[in-house]
Each structure stands twice: as C-alpha cells, then as structure tokens.
C-alpha cells in the first residue's frame, strides 16, 4: 500500500470529507499539504498519519468495562 495518497483516495481511506482532511492538516494533526510537485496544487496526505489520527479517537476501555469483561470470561 503506497504512503502518500490523493485527496480522493485519502478520504476514501479514513472516511473524512475532504474539508475535514484540509483542515487537519492546516492545524497539524495530519500531514498533508498541496502537492509540491503537481502545478494545479492538488493535496496528498500521508496514509500513516491518517492511521494515527484514526487510532488516537479510539477510546479505551474503562476499567470497570475491563472488570465486567473478565467476570464474563472475556478478555480485553
């Protein structure tokens, strides 16, 4: 899977509009910035600060859903 994607293919991935990824990158919580290399100043984004993103709006478990999970023979 390649790093650097398209604006299409970045919102395609993440499942962010592609408002929402401009502006993420505009404040530094992605990377991504308008193509340096292409001159109708299209965007690419980095594919693993997309994951990073993703992955830091995850929550985790509380530790009393942690407690429950096990009295229920689950682990977390």
Known sequence: ???WLSIKEAAEYSKLGRHKLKGLASIGIIKGC???DNKRGDWIFDRESLDSYRE?????????????????????
Request: glycine residues 4%.
């Open 1 to 3: 899977m390649k790093r």
């Open 34 to 36: 308008p193509d340096p």
């Open 56 to 76: 830091s709006q995850m929550t985790q478990p509380s530790a009393r859903d942690r407690a429950l999970a096990i009295l229920k023979g689950n682990r977390i």
